[in-house]
């Protein structure tokens, strides 16, 4: 698809589609690896621009699943981020999530019913 992602002056991720997606299947395939958190943000608004263009369904390819390495609470006071991840995807309206090597299989959990995750094992994939 044609989609245009840059930056405003102040460093703000900018997010404009360039074609109707109206009633159609939008696959997005974005890692959320180094920059994590530019990366992410980028993912989110995307998927707030398809859902707000009022694509049909929405799924996410993510190769790379930024905070998997968080996925429980190893002391007191410390975020579970790989969940959190996961809700801000589900808010946003993503309809399903395909990982390639999680961290650990736990995260397809963080997802609600409504979000199918298909984790895919790296080693396998583009192999016939």
């Known amino acids: 698809g044609?989609?245009?992602v840059g930056r405003f002056a102040?460093?703000?991720?900018?997010?404009?589609?360039?074609?109707?997606?109206?009633?159609?299947?939008?696959?997005i395939f974005?890692?959320?690896c180094p920059p994590v958190?530019?990366?992410?943000?980028?993912l989110l608004l995307m998927v707030s621009t398809m859902r707000r263009a009022s694509a049909k369904r929405i799924t996410v390819i993510i190769p790379y699943y930024g905070y998997a390495r968080q996925d429980r609470k190893m002391t007191a006071r410390?975020?579970?981020?790989?969940?959190?991840?996961?809700?801000?995807?589900?808010?946003?309206?993503?309809d399903r999530v395909v990982a390639i090597d999680l961290?650990?299989?736990?995260?397809?959990?963080?997802?609600?019913?409504?979000?199918p995750v298909d984790n895919l094992d790296g080693g396998h994939v583009g192999v016939e």
């Open 2 to 4: 044609n989609i245009t």
């Open 30 to 32: 974005q890692p959320t």
């Open 37 to 42: 958190n530019e990366n992410l943000m980028e």
């Open 103 to 115: 961290h650990c299989g736990q995260i397809q959990g963080f997802f609600g019913p409504r979000v």
């Open 10 to 27: 102040d460093g703000e991720v900018k997010v404009q589609v360039n074609e109707n997606v109206r009633g159609k299947d939008v696959y």
């Open 78 to 94: 410390v975020p579970i981020s790989a969940a959190d991840v996961a809700r801000l995807l589900e808010s946003m309206g993503v």
